[in-house]
């Protein structure tokens, strides 16, 4: 399976984010990581990218990164789901965020992968 899944957020009619998340089945996931970081915890575009992650494997399992609180770890054990700290990064991100009343383009790339994300 291959996906290429960029995304754009528009706000009033104006396209004002556009990203891509990379991870195969991961993606669609990090499409909505990464838009709740933004909106929901009002995170910056570079620590929304950065924020640790999780992902349910189709098998019930949830992959955790590093980063994640132990707590919260735990809280999911105790709601039943299993749980496996990673070592490897899940998924990657680059992001371009557009703010039209600054005429600015600002950036942000996931340290998880190589990558880079350019405007003009």
């Known amino acids: 399976l291959h996906t290429i899944i960029p995304g754009m957020a528009t706000r009033n009619g104006r396209a004002v984010l556009a990203f891509g998340v990379m991870?195969?089945?991961y993606q669609a996931m990090g499409h909505a990581h990464l838009i709740s970081n933004l909106v929901d915890f009002e995170m910056s575009l570079q620590e929304a990218v950065d924020?640790?992650?999780v992902f349910a494997n189709a098998d019930g399992t949830v992959d955790v990164e590093r980063g994640i609180p132990a707590e919260t770890v735990a809280g999911l054990?105790?709601?039943?789901h299993r749980t496996t700290i990673v070592d490897k990064p899940i998924g990657g991100a680059q992001a371009i965020a557009i703010e039209w009343?600054?005429?600015v383009l600002a950036g942000a790339s996931d340290p998880r992968k190589d990558g880079s994300a350019l405007g003009y």
């Open 23 to 25: 991870g195969g089945q």
């Open 51 to 53: 924020c640790p992650r």
């Open 77 to 80: 054990a105790a709601r039943g």
């Open 101 to 103: 009343e600054a005429g």
